[in-house]
Every structure is written in structure tokens, then in C-alpha cells.
């Protein structure tokens, strides 16, 4: 069985094999360098450790999928335009657009040369879903704030539901849905009190179906990232023991990303 230090080499080695395949010089002199989630890394590394695929090509597949990923994160980061912008604002949206298709392109390259096509067509059609999801969650589609967490929790963590469904591991879904949907509400709560942008609590202030304004936002976040750190800790009882290092590996971050950090909040 491979140890959490195991885990974490190889966990490092992938996210230098990502990082190097998204390198490009001109992109970086506009835009900012992509973020590697490493909670969908440990996920999709986890979940293909578990199988009988070779070590390339679980390598392919959870560097194709992170690829793709990237490629959803970035197309995300843009804004709607402006009339009156700055030129260098308007060429870096630009270039984000370009890179998320460049990222998009990467991961089909990668396939191509396993000829993996049940794969990519796993995962265009992942893609497809989570962008009509996306759609419908920014057009306010979602009569109640129970609907609009599911769709989110899809969105989240629909790539890898895929990824474990085609390697016939579908016990890892519903633990990976619940853990990165807290991880979603967290960073939204994090950015709406440092006065950032947070996407998630503006649509909710916006919405014409919800009806909330910023502080009821807030709570209703709170709510059901509490609500999600239960269901984790219950995923996490049905996971088999051969995902014992994932297991402590989401034990450490319910203790020190969760409990501590919203202990921290309550008494500031």
C-alpha cells in the first residue's frame, strides 16, 4: 500500500509534468499562471492508483484531465467586457480565452498519441455538461438555493464522477462531490470577507428567485459548507481501505482547513 510521503512524491512529480506541459513564454508575460487544484490531483491519483492501468498511462489520464480542468478554470476567469476598457486589458482577456483553448488542445494531444478515444470522449462529454451547467447556474435556471449547491457540486467535481465511473471506481464520486463543494463554498466565504470577488454569494445577491442580500448570502454558505464537512466525514466511512492514504489525507485538511480556520472566524 503507498504511504501519504509515497503519495505526495508522486503527487509533486505530476504537478511538475502539468505544469511543464502548460508552459508558454507569451502567455506568461499577460496573463497569470494557471492554478494546479491539488485536491482533484490527490482524487484522480487516488482513484487510478486503485486500478490495473499501467503507471504511463494512469500518468496520461490524470495529466489529460487536469488539463482539461485548467482549461474550464481559466475560460472561467473571464469577465464580460467593457466599452470603454484599456487596450491591455482587453488583449489579456483575450489571451485567457486563447490559453484555456491552448489547455483544452494540450489534453487531446495527450490522448491522441494512446489513442485513447473512449477517454476523450469521456471527457468532451464531461465538458459538455459542466458548461450547460455553468449556463444554467449563471442564467439563475435554479428555482431554489438547494438546486443551484447541487448543480455547483457537479460543476466542481463532475470531471472526475467521469473519471472514476470509467475506471469502474463510482464509489469515489460521491466523497470527491461533497469535499470539493465545501472547498468551493470555503474559498467563496474566504473572498466575499476580504472583499473580493466571489461569483457564487453575487448571483445569490442578484437572483431574482432567492432573494437574499449580502450577509444572508454569507449564512446561507456557511450553512452548507457545514452541512457538506458532515457528508464528507460519512463518504469517507464508505470508502474502501485501499484509499486509506486519501482518507488521511482528508481527515488532516477537515482538521486545519475547516474546524480551525472557521474557529479562527467566529473568535476574530
Known amino acids: 500500500m503507498m504511504s501519504v510521503k509515497d503519495t505526495n512524491v508522486n503527487i509533486e512529480h505530476l504537478r511538475t509534468s502539468i505544469e511543464h506541459q502548460i508552459q508558454h513564454p507569451y502567455l506568461a508575460k499577460y496573463i497569470s499562471d494557471p492554478v494546479i ?11 487510478l ?6 503507471e ?16 474550464l478554470d481559466t475560460h472561467e476567469l473571464v469577465n464580460s ?6 487596450d491591455h486589458v482587453t488583449k489579456s482577456r483575450q489571451l485567457t480565452v486563447l490559453a484555456g483553448d ?7 494531444y495527450l490522448l491522441s498519441k494512446i489513442e485513447d478515444l473512449p477517454m476523450i470522449h469521456t471527457l468532451a462529454s464531461a465538458i459538455k455538461e459542466i458548461n450547460e451547467l455553468k449556463m444554467k447556474i449563471y442564467n439563475q435556471d435554479f428555482p431554489s438555493i438547494a438546486q443551484v449547491m447541487d448543480a ?6 463532475l470531471l472526475i464522477q467521469r473519471v472514476a465511473e470509467f475506471v469502474n471506481q463510482p464509489m469515489m464520486s460521491e466523497v470527491a462531490g461533497d469535499w470539493l463543494l465545501a472547498k468551493r463554498l470555503q474559498d467563496e466565504d474566504r473572498r466575499f470577507r476580504k472583499r473580493e470577488n466571489s461569483p457564487l454569494i453575487e448571483l445569490l445577491i442578484k437572483s431574482t428567485l432567492v432573494h437574499q442580500n449580502g450577509a444572508q448570502a454569507l449564512r446561507t454558505i456557511e450553512k452548507y459548507m457545514k452541512k457538506q464537512m458532515v457528508s464528507v466525514e460519512q463518504s469517507l466511512t464508505h470508502l474502501p481501505g485501499s ?10 485538511h477537515i482538521y486545519h482547513s475547516f474546524y480551525l ?5 467566529e473568535e476574530g
Not at 487544484?37 to 482513484?47: A, G, Q, V, Y
Not at 492508483?49 to 499501467?54: A, K, M, P, R, V
Not at 484509499?243 to 488532516?252: A, E, G, R, V
Open 243 to 252: 484509499f486509506s492514504t486519501l482518507k488521511t489525507y482528508l481527515q488532516h
Open 49 to 54: 492508483q486503485d486500478t490495473d492501468l499501467s
Open 102 to 108: 491552448y489547455y483544452s488542445g494540450l489534453y487531446y
Open 152 to 157: 455547483l457540486k457537479q460543476v466542481e467535481s
Open 56 to 71: 504511463d498511462k494512469q500518468k496520461h489520464y490524470i495529466i489529460s484531465t487536469m488539463l482539461v480542468q485548467i482549461a
Open 261 to 265: 480556520k472557521h474557529q479562527a472566524v
Open 81 to 86: 467586457s467593457t466599452m470603454n476598457e484599456e
Open 37 to 47: 487544484c491539488e485536491d482533484k490531483l490527490m482524487f484522480l491519483t487516488s482513484l
